[in-house]
């Protein structure tokens, strides 16, 4: 991977990460304590008793997809620290490049492809 390469990926990365963050400050308020922590929002529709059982399910509904936004953003936040090391796009099991293509589709990757399948199995 050359500098212009990794400089677009650093971008993509970068983007990813706001709309990430835009998605979650809609769902949830960010933790002070931590960067990536964000405390899901309780929605208050009112003070009957059936408002409140909408209440419960709205909150277990949006739990999961708050926790997965997350994770998202704390990948993106490793494959960016990666970037500033330069070992961004080696794939941490087997230590290969991983292919460019796979970055461009999932530029947080980890893994090679055939470290993925293998790990899965
Ligand atoms: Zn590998």
Redesign the pocket.
């Known amino acids: 991977m050359n500098k212009k390469e990794l400089l677009q990926i650093k971008e993509q990365l970068e983007k990813q990460k706001k709309e990430i963050n835009h998605q979650l400050l809609e769902l949830a308020e960010k933790d002070p304590r931590g960067q990536n922590n964000y405390e899901a929002r309780f929605p208050q529709f009112g003070q009957a008793e059936d408002e409140n059982i909408d209440e419960v399910e709205d909150f277990s509904n949006l739990l999961p997809v708050k926790i997965g936004l997350e994770e998202s953003l704390a990948e993106i936040d490793e494959a960016l620290k990666k970037t500033e090391k330069g070992n961004y796009g080696i ?1 941490e ?4 490049e991983i292919p460019l293509k796979r970055l461009g589709v999932a530029s947080s990757a980890r ?2 492809l ?2 993925e399948k293998k790990l899965k199995e």
């Open positions: 794939c099991n087997c230590g290969k893994l090679c055939n470290c």
